[in-house]
């Protein structure tokens, strides 16, 4: 059974940085990508970025390119997500999830193509 186990959330003021951690953990499959899934209170799941372990290739949204960096550690399925400059906006539960297949894959486009979703972790920005 895929377990994905994020950390890292937690408040910070406007301006700010946090990292968030992700480690999934039972995939059986070689070809996965990772990603970050948001949801602020009355608002539709926003895809943040994702990392695909396949080709490396990597996606962002356009509310956190420039701010926000992912990178991977390959052989334990791990992801980080570093986030910088950080609003009021960017307040929600991240989700991390993965997508895996028997072919070679990329990030999805859409937030309901991954396979897995985790708990999530609470990003609170506020002064």
């Not at 990508?33 to 994702?50: D, F, H, L, M, N």
Request: a neutral charge.
């Amino acid at each position: 059974q895929v377990q994905l186990v994020e950390s890292g959330g937690g408040a910070v003021q406007p301006g700010g940085s946090l990292i968030l951690s992700c480690t999934c953990a039972g995939l059986s499959l070689q070809n996965y990508a990772i990603g970050w899934i948001r949801q602020a209170p009355g608002k539709e799941p926003e895809g943040v970025s994702c990392i695909s372990f396949s080709d490396g290739s990597i996606r962002y949204g356009d509310s956190v390119r420039g701010r926000f960096t992912i990178s991977k550690e390959d052989g334990k399925a791990r992801v980080y997500l570093i986030m910088n400059y950080l609003e009021p906006e960017d307040t929600a539960v991240y989700h991390c999830a993965v997508k895996w297949d028997i072919k070679a894959v990329v990030c999805p486009a859409f937030v309901n193509d991954y396979s897995h979703r985790g708990r999530g972790t609470q990003v609170t920005v506020s002064s």
